[in-house]
């Protein structure tokens, strides 16, 4: 077995030729955002309502609230049970009487009208919201099984563009990124949407 190994990569070093020297990446990109923090949310929010998603702004006092008015008014009636939130979600930011994930079986999640989570940051530029798989974000699941996703997004975790967005992240991470609701086309250029994940995106910008 060992030589019928050795064989075949000795073959493909052979059709790949002598080993070429690395080639040095010129890495010249723009990799920060100097743009004020006011200009920022207002191109995240121009971003996120293009793709159809909505966006509220409040205090970092209001969240909750907002939260909870940002449900009903995606949701219509509803009970306080039907939500499922990331179980690091701080505590003021929580609807009265959501359930926070308790590490259920993935398929169960299904049965929640909506989730509330957190998010590791935000990219301006592309309107892209990226979930880590943290406490406050929650595992991945628990973001593309309810028809209806609420992120609540701090101020200081907004920046420019990906580089700058990636910079803040741990690569090895199970990283989510949402652009807008889930939306596909067919072959007719037919828009529908809530067919991977989350019909309805709500994002609530605080701080």
Request: aromatic share 2%; with cysteine.
């Amino acid at each position: 077995m060992t030589g019928a190994r050795d064989e075949v990569l000795a073959r493909i070093r052979t059709a790949l030729g002598p080993q070429r020297p690395a080639v040095d990446v010129t890495r010249d990109y723009r990799t920060t955002d100097d743009r004020p923090a006011a200009t920022l949310l207002d191109v995240l929010t121009d971003r996120l309502e293009d793709y159809r998603a909505t966006v509220v702004r409040c205090a970092s006092s209001e969240v909750a609230a907002t939260v909870a008015g940002a449900l009903r008014t995606a949701l219509g009636g509803h009970e306080p049970a039907d939500v499922v939130v990331a179980p690091g979600l701080p505590a003021d930011w929580r609807p009265e009487g959501a359930v926070a994930d308790d590490g259920r079986p993935a398929v169960e999640l299904a049965a929640f009208a909506a989730t509330v989570t957190g998010v590791a940051v935000a990219v301006a530029e592309t309107g892209t919201l990226v979930l880590d798989g943290s406490p406050r974000s929650g595992r991945r699941a628990l973001s593309l099984l309810p028809d209806c996703l609420v992120c609540v997004v701090e101020t200081g975790q907004v920046v420019g563009g990906v580089p700058e967005g990636l910079a803040r992240l741990d690569s090895t991470a199970p990283l989510t990124m949402v652009s807008g609701p889930s939306a596909t086309s067919d072959i007719e250029l037919q828009r529908v949407e809530g067919v991977h994940g989350p019909r309805t995106l709500v994002v609530v910008l605080t701080g």
